[in-house]
């Protein structure tokens, strides 16, 4: 779900100029797969995983 909501944000502000790739696979998509479907979803539960039992000031630091 969270490589769906990214691929969809990730299009938006691609075409808004405001993100640009320098290498993309394949070249024909103007985003990042690599990034949408496998670092995104991969940092997010990392990050959760390490604030998981952390206050809400650790977490923003």
Do not use: H
Request: charged share 20%; glycine share 2%; aromatic share 18%.
């Amino acid at each position: 779900m969270k490589s769906y909501y990214a691929s969809l944000v990730d299009k938006l502000i691609v075409n808004k100029g405001y993100v640009q790739y320098p290498t993309r696979f394949p070249s024909k998509v103007k985003t990042s797969l690599f990034f949408d479907y496998i670092l995104f979803p991969i940092t997010c539960v990392f990050y959760n995983q390490l604030t998981k039992d952390s206050r809400i000031l650790q977490c923003l630091l």
